[in-house]
């Protein structure tokens, strides 16, 4: 099947959800536009944003195609990826799969090895809608543990409800997941400082 225009800017999957057309107002002459929570999510779906990671360079960024083959390799990356430049520094990386979102956060860095000789320090950073890219982010993962739960809670439903606490649970460590460590049960947590 020959790819279509739309099948290659989508992905391949076309979004039923649309955003309309917004009314600009103007406050003291300043032209404004508001979106709604519920909007900004449904517009980070449509651009493929719901998994994406911001590459965060130290001190110098190096060839764009080469990060965009070397760096899914390197970072053990699974699924599909596209890899672009942000600003000077950032690099946003776009995945598809959230075991490779979760993977990627979870190590929060690498040392890219490019060809020129040189081990690139990149940190990784979650992208959301309010990421800015002279701050430094205030979401971090973290692994919260709940010692002597009583086995029957831990379905991953039960185990979520409880961890949404503290932040948004992400996934089970694999004890917890197999059952081999029935005394405590352990969730990987996006936690906002």
Request: contains cysteine; neutral net charge; glycine residues 4%.
């Amino acid at each position: 099947m020959e790819k279509s225009y739309i099948n290659s800017i989508t992905n391949g999957t076309p979004t039923s959800e649309h955003i309309a057309l917004k009314e600009v107002i103007y406050v003291e002459g300043i032209p404004r536009i508001q979106w709604t929570e519920a909007e900004v999510d449904t517009m980070n779906k449509i651009e493929n944003l719901q998994y994406a990671v911001v590459g965060k360079f130290t001190y110098d960024v190096a060839n764009l195609e080469e990060l965009r083959l070397i760096i899914p390799k390197q970072c053990n990356i699974k699924g599909d990826c596209q890899i672009g430049l942000l600003r000077n520094k950032h690099i946003l990386i776009r995945l598809n799969q959230h075991v490779d979102f979760v993977n990627l956060i979870s190590k929060g860095a690498y040392y890219i090895e490019c060809n020129d000789g040189y081990s690139y320090l990149m940190r990784t950073l979650i992208y959301d809608a309010r990421f800015k890219i002279n701050e430094e982010t205030t979401m971090a993962m973290a692994w919260i543990s709940f010692p002597n739960l009583l086995p029957t809670f831990f379905v991953k439903e039960s185990l979520f409800s409880l961890a949404s606490a503290v932040g948004k649970p992400v996934q089970l460590d694999l004890a917890t997941i197999n059952k081999t460590r029935p005394s405590c049960a352990r969730v990987k947590v996006l936690v906002d400082l």
